[in-house]
């Protein structure tokens, strides 16, 4: 009886810490995918990044700032925003000094863009990168679609189609633009490259557009757009903020308040980032894979005549909970794509999915590296312990992965979640390698002491095997995917995404294959030509201690087989329907 409660109370608190996880998830700040709504409060960081993005030519980044406000009113150094693209466009950047004081405008390796806020003149001043300078700058996102209609006239006309008549054209829309603007009394509206003096705004630079501030009482409000409107401005876009005031010394001496929209779109109307656009069919692809392996596993798994245990139905479930994760989250990049925002309901489902995949794939390699269910029904003491520390720490892991995925970059948390996925990730890679250890351990004493030193050396060879899998799986997936997402091109960051996947199919196609139902699997059968082999036959916990003796040379036939002992008809059957030694050379 207290062998059956022990179960039912462990699955009680499965159940009630993945409802807890699922109220932790609901109740978080969440972010917005490519529309994002950021409130900061009190906030006295020196720098934080806000958005990252890839722009191929056509985007745009719109940027809504109100109610910003810095304490104490009396700021005297600089502060605002600083919108970068690098050469490598993955290199962290954590400035000593304040980044604001620090103008570069021929860097070839950085071009910027500096939103610097001048308070007591209510506006906001740019400094752009001789490489930037061209870059359209609009004070709002009503201008967006007669600049993108010029754009379109100029490559036109740059192209000698139609020469006269697109340059016409240019000319009359820009004319009818000018009027307008003069009759209204507006301020010029972007910053683009002149070809000959005009009071044109698209002939406006970048380093002459200022934008005004809107004051209600203490606090300012303003909006911005960033047209991405020739090929050579294509990249990935880091959007930070800037606080001169806590640098050095006064570090922490000034606070800020604001509330931040910020919509990123690429062209045909697409919000997600260059890198990401392929993602949703990477991600339905590998699911369909996944499942159809899954598939064929069950199938494998019924028509086999081999012994099949429990393990083999938990890995087929396994990859089955992996395709499911897949496919919602290839849904949830979908609706990101289309609509900018995810749908919550396909959401919450990729995230069950991603909870269960993580703490069952970990469950899994821990119970075949412990050898459960192939050479012992029983674990010991010390890998209960194991269970007991790998699978909380998963769940722990997943939820930080989530959590990581719906804050934002600028929230406070952001940087504290990351840190502890890393951390928490390495150690559940960690843990899961002991089980092996001790098994491979266990396996070279028994070689020596027990007289069974052939069938245990195959099998600590496949238990050695088995463990180079697992370091090459965690390598590979934390560490070469990492490098290689920090040197592609930004339009190519998917392939770190697709090389996991593929890294994580082929280890589970390796494991399957190692591990599969078979006779001639060293787990079951262990075959020595020059040697007496002892073998023990646990395909039932009731034939746990039963062996059998091959004895062989050159000269023997598949008539000299002499069993020991037999206490069920069935092993009887099976022993005596084995084909010949040579069958399993």
């Not at 954590?94 to 390796?109: G, V, W």
């Not at 071009?111 to 610097?116: A, D, G, K, L, R």
């Not at 910053?191 to 934008?211: F, G, M």
């Not at 395709?323 to 959401?347: C, D, K, P, R």
Request: hydrophobic share 40%; aromatic share 12%; glycine share 4%.
């Amino acid at each position: 009886m207290a062998e059956a409660r022990a179960p039912n109370m462990d699955q009680c608190k499965l159940r009630c810490m993945l409802f807890s996880l699922l109220l932790i998830l609901v109740t978080f700040p969440q972010t917005y995918a490519r529309k994002h709504k950021l409130e900061i409060k009190n906030d006295e960081r020196r720098y934080f990044p806000i958005s990252t993005f890839g722009f191929y030519r056509d985007g745009y980044l719109n940027v809504e700032v109100t109610k910003f406000k810095i304490t104490p009113k009396d700021a005297d150094k600089e502060f605002g925003f600083i919108l970068e693209k690098t050469a490598n466009p993955y290199t962290e950047n954590h400035p000593d000094k304040c980044q604001l004081q620090n103008f570069r405008p021929n860097d070839t390796l950085v071009q910027h863009v500096f939103f610097i806020f001048d308070l007591k003149n209510s506006q906001v001043y740019l400094k752009c990168s001789e490489d930037m300078k061209d870059l359209h700058v609009l004070k709002g996102k009503d201008k967006l679609q007669e600049v993108k209609k010029v754009e379109h006239l100029e490559k036109l006309a740059d192209r000698n189609l139609f020469s006269h008549l697109q340059k016409r054209a240019v000319w009359q829309s820009r004319k009818k633009r000018e009027n307008t603007d003069a009759a209204q009394g507006a301020p010029d509206e972007i910053a683009t490259t002149p070809k000959e003096p005009s009071k044109d705004p698209s002939s406006q630079k970048c380093n002459d557009v200022k934008i005004i501030m809107d004051k209600k009482e203490d606090y300012y409000s303003f909006k911005f757009l960033v047209y991405v409107a020739r090929e050579k401005e294509e990249g990935l876009y880091n959007l930070n903020f800037h606080n001169c005031m806590n640098f050095g010394p006064n570090e922490g001496y000034s606070s800020i308040d604001m509330s931040l929209l910020i919509e990123e779109e690429n062209p045909d109307a697409n919000y997600l980032s260059a890198g990401e656009m392929p993602l949703p069919a990477l991600y339905f692809m590998m699911a369909l894979l996944f499942f159809l392996s899954a598939c064929f596993w069950f199938f494998l798994l019924k028509k086999s005549k081999d012994p099949v245990f429990k393990i083999h139905y938990l890995m087929g479930v396994l990859v089955v909970i992996k395709s499911f994760s897949l496919l919602f989250h290839g849904v949830n990049y979908h609706f990101i794509q289309t609509e900018g925002v995810h749908m919550e309901a396909w959401a919450v489902m990729y995230y069950i999915m991603h909870l269960l995949k993580g703490a069952l794939l970990f469950t899994v390699l821990a119970l075949i590296g412990s050898g459960w269910a192939f050479i012992k029904h029983v674990l010991s003491s010390k890998e209960r312990k194991i269970f007991m520390i790998i699978i909380p720490l998963q769940i722990i892991a997943n939820v930080a992965t989530i959590i990581v995925e719906e804050t934002e970059e600028a929230s406070q948390e952001h940087a504290v979640w990351v840190q502890l996925l890393f951390l928490i990730d390495f150690l559940c890679c960690g843990a899961i390698l002991l089980p092996v250890v001790w098994s491979i351990r266990h396996l070279q004493e028994a070689s020596q002491t027990d007289g069974k030193a052939a069938m245990n050396l195959r099998k600590l060879k496949l238990f050695r095997h088995f463990y180079i899998m697992i370091v090459c799986y965690i390598y590979f997936t934390r560490i070469i995917v990492y490098l290689l997402g920090i040197t592609v091109p930004f339009q190519y960051e998917w392939l770190d995404d697709m090389f996991r996947e593929m890294a994580t199919y082929v280890f589970f196609v390796m494991t399957g294959y190692k591990f599969r139902p078979a006779n001639n699997n060293p787990y079951f059968r262990v075959f020595n030509e020059d040697e007496e082999v002892d073998e023990v036959l646990t395909t039932t916990g009731l034939t746990e201690g039963i062996t059998h003796v091959n004895q062989h040379n050159k000269k023997q036939n598949k008539d000299h087989l002499e069993v020991e002992v037999f206490e069920d008809d069935e092993e009887v059957n099976l022993l005596n329907t084995q084909e010949s030694s040579h069958a399993f050379d």
